[in-house]
């Protein structure tokens, strides 16, 4: 398990939380959610992205969470 510094929130318009991965908090997790586009896009593909780099196009994607 990671010890997070702090966690940043954003809710419009797209939802992201960041989380910044201690020690050195210089990393940070971002998870990703666009639901203005999620209608235009099939059920299945509705998905979080994952990143830690947010330039990044092709992140991961989060199906659940236990």
């Given at each position: 398990m990671?010890?997070?510094e702090f966690i940043?929130?954003?809710?419009e318009p797209d939802l992201i939380v960041s989380f910044a991965i201690?020690?050195?908090?210089?990393?940070s997790l971002t998870l990703l959610r666009s639901p203005q586009?999620?209608?235009?896009?099939?059920e299945y593909e509705r998905v979080v992205?994952?990143?830690f780099d947010p330039s990044e196009v092709d992140?991961?994607?989060l199906?659940?969470?236990q």
């Open positions: 990671k010890r997070v940043t929130i954003e809710n201690a020690p050195s908090a210089h990393r586009y999620e209608s235009l896009i099939p992205s994952v990143s992140g991961d994607s199906r659940s969470v």
